[in-house]
């Protein structure tokens, strides 16, 4: 079942697409959203659970107040008005990992609402409105076990509990519109600028692949310049930044395709595939799901006092792209240099390893060069890396004292990552430690001097770039423990 | 049968004085369970050893000085719809059969905290939907003072374990009368205390916005005490208020003087008059002149919209109910039925199966009902409607409440009916919880206190006092003072009167 796609310029040429986001974000809470259990990932399944997580008859929610501050913040951070007074309702519906088949969410009292942010897409800023932004818990996660990997047709099914309760906040944009040939991008940006939000409040681990962070994106088309909107479908399961941008592109050709055929867009879920890159049909929409919302009866309005939501505005971070600019200027870093910076996620590190002492430059060339590498070999996060920035900045203080050089401060690397202890015990434990007695290195030099005459005649006869073949050979001999800088001066000062 | 006539507080005091123990007053009424429960059907699950265990650690805790709470080794039954950790909780519903909770209501666990044996747990309307106890899965109760009665409900088998002395304690829970109806048509005491009052953690819910649990008790004092006992805040029930009981005990005490000089009763217009028995109203009538003897001033109050209470009620408790019952789906626990004839039924087909073989009919009713009126295109004219009555009946009561401290009124419209009787028509059943349901509605607490036998069919009527929210006290001190004018009337209790149990 192929579908049918019209390329992406000859869509925007006939079409407006507008777009609204929905992004899914697990808290970091240390306990779930009504209920003490903790929410670690990955602990052995239905082992984090209790009576109310587990919807046993008779037991109860309590509203986790970390959940709601943390949304409070959330909701400041993306300029939006605070409810006095919000609910949470019930949305009634059976499936198999919902314990209670209700989900405990806001439904038309959200506890944030009617704000913005902005994002840039090459060097255009784009403002995007946020409808509200809501708490609601987690369901438990299905496992369906055969060949389909959907509940349909699966031989048996597992649910794992742990997850249910884990508090969320689901943000939803206004339509987005007016983007045009931008919107895949600016969806991207969008999500990644969420994500930058969410990482600097510090309520969330925002992993897309860990599922803390999940995206569903709502795309319709209108003919163009009609100013009007079209029916829209919803594509869930989009959970990398990359995705994002590539579900939002293919629904914009997909949808084309049928529109520009005389054809219409059915209304509905649909599921996006991550290996082939396509979205495929899911639920139909058209028979309006009733959730039967109603007030959660079980649990007391939340109303936050205009105290507490001042004092939450007055402590926020400040936002990541006024911070990014802040930094750019005073780290001297070129655009490009930031750019790859802040796609590595290395502002943290940076920053702290530049707070503990080290030059803007030294603590890129490490945390960008050395650090990725190493990391990127592992497959982990530059923060997964155990090695912290005073470390960094421990290596560079040596560097610059001249009791390691560059190579050797790989080596202490090697050791501090491998558990070795500090910068200094690995130092001394490899004995790593640049040989600064005059006596050896001097030694070291007549004996490179001695054991290539033909280089040192042609040092002697003023061909000073030749000096770079026996600062080799006393390096080799001095087993890389030498400051190159000064074994040139000894060898230039015997050879004058 | 001695001891098993006397009040949970003459209990105490036995005990106190060591003329008892728990452990003997505890077999004691474990072998009243095993005489008459053949022919009642008060209990769904009597657990001997755990409460004979309960009892002698009552006793070692007595002998060595270390008291939990005044009512210490008096044993107590309660409704199969609080959870009890290690004892089956089956809402009277064969969907929970077999099912037993790993945690112990909050009710429960004070019960245990304040060293009550727990005796088992008492029948009811499945999932306490029902005015007889005929809707219990597992067949009806009956009335201890006419075995071929309905002994009310949905809180039947509390209320009949007490009428007929198979526990001096009992614990009920009240949605829309479930503990004041079946207290007036067994002639013993319930109490719906106000909302909040009493946690809801570990009360199976039928509706969240109306349930609470309550004392089903042989006297206005027991009832205090044992309200002390479970009432109180909760952090694991959002709505149960923080802040301290009143002094409820002390306010039994007080009434129980028998003088109510000062005190304003206001007798609800609304409800009297057509569809409540002339016994009934001739009881009421009685009690009310009694009051007044004793010095309180009797207004008449009027609460227009009481009228609309019933159908306020049933959109409100059928839509929290349709929602609450959706768990049942045979994924975790209770009951699990496979469709017959398919080969490999899919989740959706167990659930089906199972739901249609394990909930009732008045079940499925309210869960028809409840969805229905929560349905788009409908709520704003259901769900949303009620709830405009149910601030109108607030209202109403708080205007009630600026005329008098206490309101009254019959508990229910009739005396206890025949098993069977308003089996076919759900209508007529309802409007048995006529006079209680506003209570709920409102959140404020009510008693009902044993008026007497109507002359017509010598069955015990209920005489309901309301009180304002939080007020709970005032409930004691009238009902106890009613209850000290009558039983000096009656040269005892009316439970004394209740005929011995035969088939
Ligand atoms: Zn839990």
């Known amino acids: ?111 944030a609402f009617d704000g913005w942010t902005e994002v840039e897409v090459d060097g255009e800023t784009f403002r995007i409105e946020i409808e509200r932004a809501h708490m609601e818990e987690d369901t438990g996660k299905s496992t369906h076990v055969g060949t389909t990997g959907r509940i349909h047709g699966a031989d048996y099914s597992l649910v794992d509990y742990n997850r249910a309760g884990i508090p969320l906040i689901e943000i939803v944009t206004k339509p987005i519109t007016g983007t045009r040939e931008q919107a895949p991008a600016v969806a991207r940006a969008y999500v990644a600028a969420l994500r930058d939000i969410l990482l600097g409040l510090g309520v969330s681990d925002v992993r897309m692949e860990q599922g803390s962070l999940r995206c569903d994106v709502n ?24 995705s994002v941008e590539r579900a939002a592109r293919y629904e914009i050709s997909r949808q084309a395709a049928l529109l520009a055929a005389g054809s219409t867009v059915t209304q509905e879920t649909r599921h996006w595939h991550e290996d082939t890159g396509v979205t495929t049909s899911g639920r139909e929409k ?59 996620g290395a502002i943290p590190q940076i920053e702290e390893t530049i707070a503990a002492g080290t030059t803007a430059q030294a603590a890129r060339k490490w945390w960008m060069s050395e650090l990725a590498r190493r990391a990127n070999e592992q497959g982990v996060e530059l923060a997964e890396l155990p090695v912290t920035p005073a470390q960094v900045a421990a290596i560079q203080a040596l560097v610059d004292a001249g009791e390691i050089n560059d190579k050797l401060a790989r080596q202490v ?75 040139r001066e000894l060898i230039l000062e015997k050879l004058a | 049968m001695s001891l098993l006539s006397k009040t949970a507080a003459e209990l105490a005091d036995l005990l106190a004085a060591g003329e008892t123990t728990s452990v003997a007053l505890t077999q004691a009424y474990l072998d009243r369970i095993a005489e008459v ?8 699950h009597v657990d001997a050893e755990g409460a004979l265990a309960q009892a002698a650690a009552s006793d070692a805790r007595r002998a060595a000085g270390e008291l939990l709470s005044p009512l210490d080794g008096v044993p107590i039954a309660v409704k199969d719809v609080l959870a009890t950790s290690g004892l089956p909780t089956t809402c009277g519903s064969k969907i929970l059969e077999g099912w037993i909770p790993p945690y112990d209501a909050t009710v429960v666990a004070r019960l245990k905290a304040a060293g009550l044996p727990i005796l088992g747990k008492t029948n009811m309307d499945e999932f306490a939907m029902g005015s007889s106890t005929e809707h219990s899965a597992y067949g009806p109760t009956r009335n201890p003072w006419d075995t071929d009665r309905i002994p009310g409900g949905s809180g039947g088998g509390s209320a009949a374990a007490i009428a007929a002395s198979e526990a001096p304690l009992a614990i009920g829970t009240d949605t829309g009368g479930s503990i004041r109806q079946p207290g007036a048509v067994t002639g013993t005491v319930g109490v719906k205390p106000t909302y909040g009052g009493i946690s809801r953690y570990g009360l199976v819910a039928m509706a969240n916005s109306l349930d609470q649990a309550g004392p089903v008790t042989r006297s206005v004092l027991d009832a205090a005490l044992l309200h002390e006992v479970i009432g109180g805040h909760d952090p694991k029930d959002s709505t149960s208020i923080d802040q301290p009981l009143p002094a409820l005990v002390a306010a039994a005490r007080q009434g129980a003087s ?111 009902l409840g969805t229905y009126a929560l349905s788009s295109g409908y709520y704003d004219a259901y769900y949303g409607q009620a709830q405009k009555v149910r601030t109108l009946i607030s209202r109403d009561f708080e205007a009630a409440f600026a005329k008098a401290d206490v309101l009254v009124s019959p508990t229910a419209p009739t005396t206890a009916f025949k098993i069977g009787e308003k089996l076919d028509d759900p209508l007529a059943m309802y409007l048995n919880d006529v006079a209680t349901i506003p209570a709920n509605l409102a959140g404020v607490p009510g008693i009902s206190v044993p008026a007497g036998l109507a002359p017509e069919d010598g069955l015990p009527v209920g005489f309901q006092v309301l009180a304002p929210a939080l007020a709970d006290d005032r409930l004691y001190r009238v009902g106890a003072a009613l209850e000290a004018l009558l039983e000096k009337q009656w040269g005892g209790s009316l439970l004394s009167q209740v005929p011995e149990v035969t088939a």
Request: hydrophobic share 40%.
């Open chain 2, 258 to 368: 028998g003088d109510l000089t000062g005190v304003r009763i206001g007798v609800i217009s609304e409800l009297r008059g057509e569809g409540y028995q002339p016994g009934v109203e001739q009881r009421f009538d009685e009690a009310v002149a009694l009051l007044t003897q004793a010095g309180a001033e009797v207004v008449e109050v009027s609460c227009p919209s009481f009228t609309h209470a019933l159908a306020a009620y049933y959109l409100i408790m059928p839509s929290e109910a349709s929602s609450n019952l959706a768990r049942f789906d045979a994924m975790r626990y209770g009951l699990r039925v496979l469709p017959d004839g398919v080969a490999d039924p899919s989740a959706e087909e167990v659930m089906r199966a199972t739901r249609d073989a394990g909930f009732g009919d008045e079940v499925k009713r309210r869960i028809i």
């Open chain 1, 219 to 242: 795309l319709s088309l209108a003919p163009a310049g009609s100013g009007t909107l079209g029916t829209r479908t919803e594509t869930k399961n989009v959970n990398s930044l990359r």
């Open chain 1, 1 to 111: 079942m192929t579908e049918t796609l019209l390329s992406f310029e000859d869509a925007l040429a006939q079409f407006d697409p507008a777009m609204g986001l929905e992004v899914h974000v697990e808290l970091n809470t240390n306990t779930k959203m009504f209920c003490g259990c903790p929410t670690e990932f990955g602990a052995e399944p239905n082992t984090q659970v209790c009576p109310t997580c587990l919807g046993l008859p008779g037991s109860m929610p309590v509203v986790n107040r970390t959940a709601v501050e943390s949304a409070i913040r959330i909701g400041l951070a993306l300029n939006c008005q605070i409810a006095e007074w919000c609910r949470f309702a019930r949305k009634n519906y059976f499936y198999p990992d919902m314990p209670k088949n209700f989900q405990t969410s806001q439904y038309d009292e959200p506890i």
């Open chain 1, 413 to 487: 690397f090697d050791g501090v990552l491998a558990g070795e202890g500090s910068p200094e015990e690995v130092v001394k434990a490899r004995g790593l430690a640049v040989v600064s007695d005059e006596g050896a290195l001097s030694e070291a030099v007549d004996r490179a001097i001695a054991a290539n005459p033909d280089v040192a005649e042609k040092i002697r006869d003023g061909k000073v770039a030749a000096a770079g073949a026996l600062i080799g050979a006393v390096m080799k001999d001095m087993r890389g423990q030498a400051d190159a800088g000064r074994v």
């Open chain 1, 286 to 344: 058209s028979d309006a799901e009733d959730y039967r919302y109603f007030p959660e009866p079980d649990l007391v309005p939340v109303a936050p006092s205009r105290e507490w939501v001042e004092e939450l505005r007055a402590a926020l971070p400040e936002p990541p792209r006024e911070k990014r600019a802040r930094l750019q200027a005073e780290w001297g870093y070129s655009d490009l240099e930031m750019r790859d910076v802040v796609a590595a």
């Open chain 2, 37 to 44: 429960d053949t022919h009642l059907h008060a209990f769904l």
